[in-house]
């Protein structure tokens, strides 16, 4: 089965009744920076970048945080048994493949990692006996190596077994550069992930977050695992609401460096930015339309909090709610049809949704009298928002074919809610003991991950597409 | 200071000291005793109204020189502030944007002092606290800062020489989750560029 949307090569290896495939990994162009995740590697800012932001001052290296760390709470849950075998040759590269694999399979909380045989040497050349595996009571097996490339990358390649079934579940090759070592593993997690679950995994995806040191704020893009964190932009004004754009290509984002907010776009790659909204008074709430051309956004120009929907080469706006009231925080769906938004019309603020073009909104929440931050799942099953109940924020999720809502949390700070490209998680902002943290959670609330601020208070996430 | 023909300097000579007598008037019905030339245009250590005691001492400062322009400023091309007594900023009630009554005497000091030079430029920077999402509180801010706005355009001055913006809950003005830190930070702030 090809990887989806890449260019394969499908060889047969004789003697073997498998397939193999080869796979070209595209180049990535915002891999310049060395990862600066790692303990055991020095803590530096890619020179490259450092150039481009130029005046920017950057007397405090940007901080590695922790991983998200797991809390699984639910009970009774199933959990795929899963190995990992050591990594032929991985002594020679600079990142534990099979440690991020199962780093990423665990931190799901759908798996649970079964401790290798020791003394296991395989590769994804061998063909294990897969007898003593079973009795391990592990239900597949990931094998692989890593070898050096005579133009300085490294040949990721890996080889999964059903081991209950004693079937070859394929194999990959990754031919990647010395950056990109994470991401391979991320790869072949979300292939584990995959093929034992149905569903995509969101293990290569990125994350946009803020956070604030003293006075210091920082825009960062950062793995799914919170590792490889890259400051994007930093300012001694305040900076909300990143936006990833539908590609992933560019970061759209609030900055108070002019003293009002002022909407950018910011190509990730370059950190190349333009001004996308500067209008008399506050521009925010930057939400992409999924052609990637536009954007709305909450524009106080004509007086008053109003959507807009604002052509990102020109800059020309159009209006898009006509209401005396607050009207902010717009989100599209994944067809471009229907915007939901939050507005204190009735009196206080709730969710609503309208035709894209603009039209009569219709309320959509219902319960509780203060409802805002709505966020849609890509495959428009849920919303997630946060609800105001006796003085505390809660994040709640609505099916939207039925209307019930659930509470997914016990935190009582929790803000701005947006779903992992799978539509399987959802990241929030949120305080625990006091501290700022981002977490993630399954849509039953049962598996939850945090990652904690490791200096000062991090805030504003926003989970990124799928990488092609 | 402007150098008048010998003709000219009678006149507003005259003007001079009809202005004196109009504004040592008011300053005698305000009971204050603050001497104009002795306040600095931007200084405001001396007599400077906190934050704290503005909304304290709601009736008893406002009166006190804030209705006049300093005709003291040597530099006539400067657009200067108002007078250090003024108050700064505006407090609002939670979850509401209503400019409360005990604050028209400073909304109408900035205005006067807006109205006396039309290339005075006033900030509103509306903010608000702690609690609640990050955007909805921007737009609350906006709120109160164009309730401001309007008051002020009631009072006379025009449009061009205000621009409301927010900065929601990411800058306040103390620390602190107790009633009385929130209440700080439920504000509006003119400023002046």
Known sequence: MPWRGLPTTVLRTPGVNSVRYYLRLPRMLFRAAISIGSKSLPMSFPLSRRAMLGAAAFSALPFAHAQFRVDVSGVGLTQLPFSVAPFKGNEGAPQDLAAIVRADLERSGQFRHVTPIVGTLLDETSVPDLAPWRERVTDVLLTGSVARLADGRYDVRFRLWDVVRAKDLGAMSLPVAAADLRLAAHRMADYVYEKLTGDKGVFSTRLAYVTKSGVNYNLWVADADGENAQAAFTSTEPIISPAWSPTGSHLAYVSFESRKPVIYSQEVATSRRRLVANFKGSNSAPAWMPDGKRMLATLTLDGGSQIYSIDTASGSHTRLTQSGSIDTEPTVDSAGKTVYFVSDRGGAPQVYRMPASGGAPERVTFAGGYNISPALSPDGRWLAYVSRVGGAFKLQLMELASGTVTALTDTAADESPSFSPNSKLVIYATRVQGREALMTTTLDGRIKTRLAGARGDIREPDWGPFVP | ?193
């Open chain 2, 1 to 193: 200071m402007k150098h008048h023909s010998f003709g000219q300097q009678a006149a507003s000579s005259f003007k001079s000291v009809a202005l004196s007598v109009a504004l040592a008037a008011l300053l005698s019905a305000c009971g204050s005793n603050v001497k104009l030339d002795e306040v600095p245009v931007s200084d405001r250590s001396g007599v400077a109204v906190n934050a704290a005691d503005a909304n304290a001492n709601a009736g008893a400062n406002q009166g006190s020189s804030g209705r006049s322009v300093p005709t003291a400023v040597a530099d006539e091309t400067a657009l200067g502030q108002p007078p250090a007594s003024v108050a700064r900023v505006i407090y609002f009630d939670y979850d509401s944007y209503l400019v409360r009554p005990e604050f028209a005497t400073t909304l109408e000091a900035h205005a006067q002092f807006l109205k006396a030079d039309a290339k005075r430029r006033v900030i509103l920077q509306g903010h608000t606290d702690e609690r609640g999402g990050r955007e909805y509180n921007l737009a609350l801010g906006q709120k109160r800062a164009e309730a401001v706005r309007r008051q002020l355009g009631i009072l006379g001055v025009s449009e061009a020489q205000q621009e409301a913006v927010s900065f929601g809950k990411e800058k306040p003005a103390v620390l602190g989750s107790d009633e009385a830190s929130l209440a700080k930070n439920r504000r509006v702030e003119l400023t002046y560029r």
